[in-house]
């Protein structure tokens, strides 16, 4: 599974971006996808998961700010971010678990692919 993943910039606070994860390869109708952010001098976070059923997983700190969503038909994953803040800032990661424990699925270990990162900066 290869998954790329596009959409970062330099945006304003309170502004909306969305980010997308195309996935090529042997892909996979189980499990979960995921995004995660890493800020500089901090560990990668947790931010979204959706899983195939449906069901969704947020960070509380994007809470009602963040979408995860899918297009099936494209095998693409989307992560429509809302009322952007500075601390928004960081490169985030898609990422793909084709088998998924849902004690761990916040949990970067949990997921076997990863994309490549794109950089979003939230500036005020």
């Known amino acids: 599974v290869q998954l790329q993943a596009s959409g970062g910039g330099l945006v304003q606070v309170g502004d909306s971006q969305r980010l997308s994860c195309a996935a090529s390869?042997?892909?996979?109708?189980?499990?979960?996808m995921g995004w995660f952010r890493q800020a500089p001098g901090k560990e990668r976070e947790f931010v979204a998961a959706?899983?195939?059923?449906?069901?969704?997983y947020y960070a509380d700190s994007v809470k009602g700010r963040f979408t995860i969503s899918r297009d099936n038909a494209k095998n693409t994953v989307f992560l429509q971010m809302s009322s952007l803040r500075p601390e928004d800032t960081g490169v985030y990661y898609c990422a793909a678990a084709p088998r998924v424990i849902l004690s761990e699925i916040r949990a970067p270990r949990a997921y076997d692919y990863w994309g490549q990162g794109t950089l979003v900066t939230v500036s005020s």
């Open positions: 390869g042997s892909t996979f109708s189980s499990g979960a």
């Open positions: 959706l899983r195939w059923s449906g069901h969704t």
